[in-house]
């Protein structure tokens, strides 16, 4: 679903903050990427939502290539994928529900369908009663839900998570974890980048680590690449069928399936 | 766009004060330059309504047969630069020295006023050359006595005329870049303080028309405002200065209308250019 392939990324000033990385990750896989600052974290996270372009190699995600992308379908592939930052990153004169609803109000969903939508995500990172209050009225960790709702509303392949819990306390922290991992449960992959070493030690999940841009340590997929994985297509030219209900990707029959 | 129309309206009533601000800085940035408008406007009519006036006059011999002036008056009615011919006759001359200068009635007797032939100029032909040049082709009848054009005068009002334009350009064209600087900037800190929506909505996978919208719709929304707030603002000025300084003469209609859309295309190409800068990269 994700591969890297001896990506290397330059910024315009400064070395390269990702050097010849090569890794795939799977359809439902959990992730760690870990690090210190600076280690090119965030850059792959970027990377993978297309909010930088490597400078050399090829990432695929979801069958597109960054070789072969154009702008315009830069989009399309966003919209499967759901992302959450250490700052939430949400509008503060709107209320918990109309900051999910945003998301897909601007990617042009049917308004009928917004409101069933919306309610359900919000139930499902348990945030149900909190619907109508105002970020600055939640906690972090609060706020972090409604991210976190705002990302998997358009059910994502993958959630991409950027330090979640780096703004939170251990409580916070841990509710926070808990939820990515019930997320990833029900089938959606899910990269979370941490320098919270403890969490992930205390964890067997596949980690991915790095330091100065170089991926020094990975401890391997948890299960082979199936071989239809990096073929499976965006959803076709009509952009609203990306808004409606959970795009079938499962069956591409693509070959492409090399895998280290 | 019901969509693209409703955040657009909500970024009016979200942000009251800083909208209430950039639709009076538009505003203003266009009034002052309505206002140049305006007295370039009445300048250039008052300059035209006396460059009207700029005629040449050929004063005919006593006795002069009158099939020779008349074919005259044919030929010079052909000449390119003239507008139209009249000829004067002694009679006429004597009724409008009378009419013109009534107390001095009893001084004008019958045949003391020559006839002539009155010569108007198209526009663009006022200037001294073309004058002195018609004057030039008039000479060669041979009745024609004298010529008069009022050299001295016709070179001053040319001079005048030229130094209207040029001012005129210049100011203008100043005016025109201040006010389009001061809305463009106004227009792009209405965009950076919504950048984070931006953000988000590229995140989320809107499509870069999607986002430019609501935006676009804001600064065309802002600029129209301004533009009649503008237009209000100067038919104010224009009311309160016809009523204690001078009469004078407003946009016409068209004006006025080109004049509001004007503000409103700055508004929408300022917004543009400023949501442009957030879509640009990758």
Request: glycine fraction near 8%; avoid cysteine.
């Amino acid at each position: 679903m994700i591969r890297f392939t001896h990506v290397t990324k330059h910024y315009p000033k400064g070395g390269p903050a990702l050097d010849d990385a090569s890794f795939h990750v799977n359809r439902g896989e959990f992730v760690f990427l870990t690090g210190p600052s600076g280690a090119g974290k965030s850059t792959i996270l970027k990377l993978i939502y297309v909010d930088e372009r490597p400078s050399q190699g090829e990432v695929r995600v979801a069958g597109q290539s960054s070789v072969t992308m154009t702008k315009h379908e830069i989009p399309a592939l966003r919209r499967r994928l759901g992302v959450i930052f250490q700052d939430f990153r949400l509008l503060e004169d709107r209320t918990a529900e109309q900051n999910v609803a945003f998301a897909l109000e601007v990617i042009g969903t049917n308004p009928q369908q917004i409101g069933p939508k919306v309610a359900r995500v919000l139930t499902q990172v348990g945030l149900a009663a909190k619907a109508t209050a105002l970020p600055h009225e939640l906690s972090g960790g609060e706020q972090q839900r409604v991210a976190i709702a705002r990302a998997l509303v358009n059910d994502p392949l993958v959630l991409l998570a950027d330090e979640p819990t780096g703004n939170l306390d251990d409580r916070s922290t841990r509710g926070i974890f808990q939820l990515l991992r019930d997320i990833n449960a029900t089938g959606t992959a899910v990269m979370m980048a941490t320098h919270d070493l403890a969490l992930v030690k205390s964890l067997d999940f596949r980690t991915l680590e790095l330091n100065r841009g170089k991926l020094v340590f990975d401890s391997g997929a948890q299960f082979p690449a199936p071989a239809d994985e990096f073929d499976a297509p965006v959803a076709g030219p009509d952009m609203s069928a990306l808004a409606a209900d959970h795009p079938d990707t499962a069956d591409a029959g693509g070959s492409d399936g090399a895998a280290s | 766009m019901r969509l693209a129309l409703r955040e657009a309206l909500r970024a009016f009533s979200r942000a009251p004060m800083l909208s209430a601000l950039s639709v009076t800085t538009i505003a203003f940035s266009l009034f002052a330059f309505g206002l140049f408008g305006l007295v370039a406007l009445n300048l250039r009519s008052a300059l035209a309504q006396v460059e009207e006036r700029v005629e040449v006059r050929a004063f005919i011999a006593e006795g002069t047969n009158p099939e020779a002036t008349a074919a005259a008056v044919g030929d010079i009615a052909a000449f390119p630069e003239v507008a139209s011919v009249r000829l004067v006759s002694e009679v006429q001359a004597l009724e409008r020295a009378r009419r013109e200068l009534g107390e001095f009635e009893d001084v004008f007797e019958a045949g003391i006023l020559p006839a002539s032939i009155e010569v108007r100029l198209r526009e663009g032909f006022r200037d001294p050359e073309s004058v002195r040049a018609v004057s030039r082709r008039l000479e060669v009848y041979d009745f024609v006595d004298d010529i008069r054009y009022g050299e001295e005068w016709v070179e001053k009002l040319h001079k005048l005329r030229t130094i209207a334009t040029a001012a005129g350009l210049s100011l203008g064209l100043t005016f025109a870049l201040v006010a389009i600087i001061i809305i463009g900037s106004t227009i792009r800190m209405a965009v950076l303080a919504r950048s984070r929506e931006i953000a988000i909505m590229r995140l989320v996978g809107a499509t870069n028309g999607f986002i430019r919208a609501p935006f676009l719709i804001e600064g065309f929304l802002k600029g129209l405002l301004g533009g009649l707030l503008a237009l209000v603002l100067t038919w104010v000025t224009f009311q309160f200065v016809g009523q204690y300084v001078v009469q004078a003469t407003y946009f016409d209609s068209r004006l006025a209308v080109l004049g509001v859309l004007g503000g409103a295309l700055i508004g929408l190409l300022g917004s543009a250019v400023s949501v442009g800068r957030h879509l640009g990269r990758v």
